[in-house]
């Protein structure tokens, strides 16, 4: 099974702050990577795929870089709403695999 | 797009569930669907998925032999069959539909239904 590992585990910023969250993939998974957003109590949200593709409807302050193990997640400038828990999953192979998760608090 | 789980609910360990995902707003028969479960507090972890005619699917080892994806196409709705339950299955279930631009065999998921509880405790 491919591995993902996120990195941090936690994040505390502040509205305005550029956030960065790494995910690594225990093996080559080209660019088969999605990143999604979980708010508490709600079903996660995709935001990014295939690592750089930004979904529809999803802010420009979202970005998505990365290719074969190593990946980040880039929320330019955080705003309020952006205060929740992000995780990585590949795609590339069965049986499919997320990260760990990245909390992403208000300091 | 919506889709809407429901069959959740309190199982005491080695018993059996099904729950269902009523889809409406898309092809339902043109869609890999999948199941991820969320364990309270934990993280993402995927459980099942069923490509688009039914013929094929796919299991995560943590449930292979004890769960059974299946869809049908006239009711537009997926299930996942779960038996010989353990507390480790206690976690909210998420059916999803295949995300646009991706496979049966590279798949991301989007949208997520609202996820049903189940809860496997004596």
């Known amino acids: 099974d491919i591995q993902m590992t996120q990195s941090p585990s936690s994040v505390s910023a502040s509205v305005g702050d550029r956030v960065t969250i790494t995910c690594r993939a225990s093996?080559?998974?080209?660019?088969?990577l999605a990143w999604y957003q979980q708010k508490p109590g709600k079903a996660p949200k995709l935001l990014i795929y295939g690592a750089s593709s930004l979904q529809s409807g999803v802010p420009s302050r979202f970005s998505g870089s990365g290719s074969e193990t190593d990946f980040t997640l880039t929320i330019s400038s955080l705003q309020p709403e952006d205060f929740a828990t992000y995780y990585c999953q590949q795609a590339h192979s069965f049986p499919l695999t997320f990260g760990g998760g990245t909390k992403v608090e208000i300091k | 797009v919506q889709l809407l789980e429901s069959g959740g609910g309190l199982v005491q360990p080695g018993g059996s569930l099904r729950l269902s995902c009523a889809a409406s707003g898309f092809t339902f028969s043109s869609y890999t669907m999948t199941w991820v479960r969320q364990a309270p507090g934990k993280g993402l972890e995927w459980v099942s998925g069923i490509n688009s005619n039914g013929d094929t699917t796919n299991y995560a080892d943590s449930v292979k032999g004890r769960f059974t994806i299946s869809r049908d196409k006239y009711r537009n709705t997926l299930y996942l069959q779960m038996s010989s339950l353990r507390a480790e299955d206690t976690a909210v279930y998420y059916c999803?539909?295949?995300?646009?631009?991706?496979?049966?065999?590279?798949?991301?998921?989007?949208?997520w239904g609202q996820g049903t509880l189940v809860t496997v405790s004596s």
């Open positions: 093996q080559d998974i080209s660019s088969w």
């Open positions: 999803a539909k295949r995300g646009e631009s991706s496979s049966w065999s590279h798949t991301w998921f989007d949208p």
